[in-house]
């Protein structure tokens, strides 16, 4: 499976975007599915994931602006940001993990936030 992640631009402090991370196969047996990202100078941080039971966890900086939806039929992931800060500037990258072991990684997408 390969991952494609787009969507990334630039923006406004407040504004909104809208991730997407494209897979070449289903994305049905993928468990789970992530974003991370990785600002400038920093390590890259888990930021969102999504399990097929629906649960979905996020970093504390991105709770209740940051939603990780899965579209099984589009074999898409996407990560909505809403009310977007400066310290949001990263490199996107999407991720899925299998049960088996195996880790696939998209490209990275650019986010960045102006004030």
């Known amino acids: 499976v390969q991952l494609q992640a787009s969507g990334g631009g630039s923006v406004q402090a407040g504004g909104s975007l809208r991730l997407s991370c494209a897979a070449s196969g289903t994305i049905l047996y993928l468990d789970p599915v992530a974003w991370y990202r990785q600002a400038p100078g920093k390590q890259r941080e888990l930021v969102a994931t999504?399990?097929?039971?629906?649960?979905?966890n996020y970093v504390d900086s991105v709770k209740g602006r940051f939603t990780i939806s899965r579209d099984n039929a589009k074999s898409t992931v996407y990560l909505q940001m809403n009310h977007l800060k400066t310290d949001d500037t990263a490199v996107y990258f999407c991720n899925a993990q299998t049960n088996w072991g195996t880790i696939y990684w998209g490209e990275g997408t650019l986010v960045t936030v102006s004030s």
């Open positions: 999504s399990f097929i039971s629906g649960t979905t």
